[in-house]
């Protein structure tokens, strides 16, 4: 049950890291084209991530080495291992929920006698 709980921490830390509010006023004051073109809402509209998985998602693909501004740029690449961090904090924690998932599935008696 404890890595289960690691898992979910570790999860809920690299979730939150994924929001890079420095980048989006850099992004938004020094290069609005390409900050109207990732923070555009998506056509479905289902889910609004207030610009949070967009942005990830763009400086992941290494988005910013294409902008206008040297500042975005220098910024982008402290923003990127930040959001290597979280990508790599949300897997590691999904992957101790799953592991945890198991050992308590394989060991069901051992862990309500603790």
Do not use: C
Not at 1 to 9: E, F, N, Q, T
Not at 71 to 82: I, N
Not at 84 to 92: D, E, F, K
């Amino acid at each position: 049950m404890a890595i289960l709980l690691l898992g979910v921490i570790i999860l809920l830390i690299g979730i939150w890291m994924m929001r890079n509010t420095e980048m989006d006023a850099l992004l938004k004051a020094k290069d609005k084209d390409a900050w109207v073109t990732v923070m555009r809402p998506s056509p479905s509209g289902y889910v609004n991530s207030f610009g949070i998985i967009p942005l990830f998602s763009w400086i992941l693909s290494h988005g910013y080495e294409n902008s206008s501004s040297e500042e975005v740029k220098v910024l982008g690449g402290k923003a990127l291992r930040r959001a290597n961090t979280a990508r790599y904090l949300m897997l590691s924690g999904i992957l101790f929920m799953v592991i945890g998932f198991f050992v308590t599935l394989l060991y069901p008696a051992q862990m309500a006698n603790v």
